[in-house]
């Protein structure tokens, strides 16, 4: 598959980003081109088109296949795995949201809770201490309890909500 000069910038680009947000270069970058592909493709494509090794590919696909936002596509005639991601925007963004709350704010959340629980009973430790983690602690509870409403939405009452940007200032009599 040869990428022009647009595909590629996009594909560099997400590989790029997926680093800074903690994914690997080659994993981010496999998702990348599965999404601008408007077939599905095996792992030698894949391999041959971003040029890194075909064991990077399996794992990568390993990985984007775990998190929910590729799965194997049947291709007529052909006997190799073929892959897709997930086509509509929002479903991808909600599954990503959701894997990275499973894995990322929930043991944090956990954590926090034990920390907030552990400080209470503990006599040596500072005032300070307990208000600042419980601070914390309800911070992400709530942050978290408003994203699992949120996540409920259907797709277009979530967009709609996302297109509002400042006029929540003004529902919430904020306006100035």
Known sequence: MKLSPVQQKFVLHWGEM??????NRT??????LLFISEQPLNADDLTDTLKVARSNVSNSLKELQGW??????????????HF???????EMFQIILDERKKREIDP???MLK??????QGAAGESDFTRRRLTELHDMVQN???WYTQIRHLPTGAMIKFVKMGSKVWKVLGLAS
């Open 27 to 32: 994993v981010a970058q496999v998702h990348a």
């Open 68 to 81: 929910g936002i590729v799965h194997k596509a049947a291709v007529l005639g052909e006997r190799r795995d």
């Open 114 to 119: 034990e920390c907030v629980d552990q400080a």
């Open 108 to 110: 944090t959340l956990a």
């Open 143 to 145: 942050l978290t309890r």
């Open 18 to 23: 997926g680093t800074r947000w903690g994914i």
């Open 84 to 90: 897709a991601t997930t086509a509509d925007v929002w």
